[in-house]
C-alpha cells in the first residue's frame, strides 16, 4: 500500500485557514494578509497589452522576461544600493515559491533552519518539505530576531537562518546594526542568510536594511514579490536575488516545479517595479494612519500591543478565550500560536482592510475583552 511522505506528513494545513473556516461568511476579516488598494492601472495595463499582442501566450525563460529581471536589478540598485546583476535574478510564482527555491536547493536531509518563533507560518513548513529541521528562535520583548540568539543556535547541522524584516506575524522592523550582524553571522559561519523582504515598503519608523548589502560574502538570498507593496498578491510573482552559483542551484528546482512564472504577472510587474511609485506611498500612509487607529482601539480594550514599525500586522497581548470570543461576535483575528509556540498568549490582527471596517471590528474586539476578563 502507497503511504504518504515523511515530508508531507510533517506538515499540516495552517493554522490560519483554520480560523478562516471557523468564521462566518459576513465576518470582518482581520486574518488576511491581502491590502484593499487595487493593483496599479500601469501593471494592470501592461499585463493586457501583453495578452493583447500575444506577447504573454508562450513560455518565458526559466528565470523570466529580461525586462522583469532588468526591472529588479534596477529597483536593487535604486531602493537597497545593491548591485543585483539581471543574471542573477529568477522571476517565481510569488514569494512562496521563492522561499521554497531557497530552501529546496540550500537545505539537505536532516540538516536545521533557524526560525523566528513567532514567524511566517511557511519557514518551519517549506524546511520540512526540504527534509529539514526548523529550529525556531524566541524573540525580543519587541518582537525582533537577535542576532546574538541566531548565533548561539548555529550548530554544524545549520544550513541557513531566516530573517524577515518588516516581519510577518509582528510588524517588527530589524535595526541596521540587527542586520549588519546578520550578514557578519553569515560570513562568519559559513551559513546561508536567506532574507525574506516582501514588506520592505511598508515601514513607519526608521529604515528597511537588507542584510545582503553588509554580507562580504554570497552567503546571503533576497526573497521579495509584489504582492504587498503593489497589492498584487493574486498576481503570484515574486523572484530570488543571489549570486549566479546559488541561482543556478535554485532555478534547477524552478524549472521542474514551475517552468516559469505566469506570462501576464511577469509584464505587470516589471511594468509596477519601473513605473510610478505614487501608489505605494500612499498605501503605506493609509497603512500608517490604520495602525495609529488600531493601537489605540487596543489600548483603550487594555491589550498590551508591541508598536508595529512595518508591514500591516499587530500582535498584542491576548486574554485567554479572546480570540474565540472575537470569532463568535465575529472578527476574524489569527492565535499567535498559529506562528509558532513563541506566538501562545498573542493574537496576530491585520490591518490591511477599510479604516470604517476596521473601526467597526475595534469596537467588537474591545466588547470581547470586556467578556473574558
Given at each position: ?73 534596477d ?5 537597497n544600493d ?65 542576532p ?50 516582501v514588506?520592505?515598503h ?77 501608489p505605494?506611498h ?52 489569527v ?39
Amino acid at each position: 500500500m502507497t503511504d504518504f511522505s515523511d515530508r508531507v506528513e510533517s506538515v499540516a494545513i495552517s493554522g490560519i485557514r483554520e480560523v478562516f473556516e471557523a468564521a462566518g461568511g459576513d465576518a470582518i476579516n482581520l486574518g488576511l494578509g491581502q491590502p484593499d488598494f487595487p493593483t496599479p492601472d500601469h501593471a494592470r495595463q501592461a499585463a493586457v497589452d501583453a495578452i493583447e499582442s500575444g506577447a504573454a501566450d508562450g513560455y518565458t525563460s526559466n528565470a523570466g522576461i529580461p525586462d522583469l529581471r532588468a526591472a529588479v536589478s534596477d529597483k536593487h540598485a535604486r531602493d537597497n544600493d545593491l548591485d543585483v546583476d539581471p543574471d542573477e535574478v529568477i522571476a517565481t510564482a510569488g514569494g512562496s515559491e521563492a522561499l521554497h527555491l531557497a530552501m529546496e536547493a540550500h537545505v539537505s536531509s536532516g540538516e536545521e533552519v533557524i526560525v523566528p518563533d513567532p514567524g511566517f507560518v511557511s519557514y518551519a513548513a517549506l524546511t520540512h518539505l526540504a527534509g529539514g529541521e526548523p529550529v525556531p528562535i524566541e524573540l525580543r520583548d519587541d518582537l525582533t530576531m537577535s542576532p546574538a540568539a541566531v548565533e548561539e543556535a548555529i550548530t554544524d547541522d545549520t544550513a541557513a537562518f531566516v530573517v524577515n524584516s518588516p516581519a510577518n506575524p509582528t510588524g517588527a522592523v530589524q535595526s541596521e546594526e540587527d542586520m549588519r550582524e546578520f550578514a557578519r553571522i553569515a560570513d562568519e559561519h559559513d551559513v546561508l542568510c536567506i532574507s525574506d523582504e516582501v514588506y520592505e515598503h511598508i515601514v513607519f519608523e526608521g529604515e528597511h536594511h537588507s542584510p545582503m548589502k553588509f554580507a562580504e560574502t554570497d552567503n546571503v538570498v533576497v526573497v521579495n514579490a509584489c504582492s504587498k507593496t503593489y497589492s498584487m498578491t493574486g498576481w503570484r510573482l515574486g523572484w530570488v536575488a543571489a549570486s549566479e552559483r546559488r541561482t543556478d542551484r535554485m532555478l534547477r528546482v524552478h524549472q521542474y516545479v514551475q517552468a516559469c512564472a505566469s506570462a501576464p504577472a511577469q509584464y505587470a510587474a516589471a511594468a509596477a517595479l519601473s513605473g510610478p511609485q505614487d501608489p505605494v506611498h500612499e498605501m503605506v500612509d493609509a497603512f500608517e494612519q490604520r495602525r495609529d487607529v488600531l493601537l489605540d482601539g487596543l489600548n483603550d480594550a487594555g491589550l498590551d500591543t508591541p508598536t508595529p514599525e512595518g508591514a500591516f500586522y499587530a500582535m498584542p497581548d491576548a486574554p485567554e478565550g479572546w480570540v474565540d470570543e472575537c470569532l463568535d461576535r465575529g472578527v476574524v483575528v489569527v492565535p499567535g500560536e498559529a506562528f509558532g509556540d513563541g506566538g501562545e498568549g498573542y493574537a496576530r490582527i491585520s490591518y490591511a482592510t477599510g479604516i470604517e471596517e476596521l473601526k467597526d471590528a475595534i469596537e467588537i474586539m474591545n466588547d470581547a475583552a470586556s467578556a473574558v476578563r
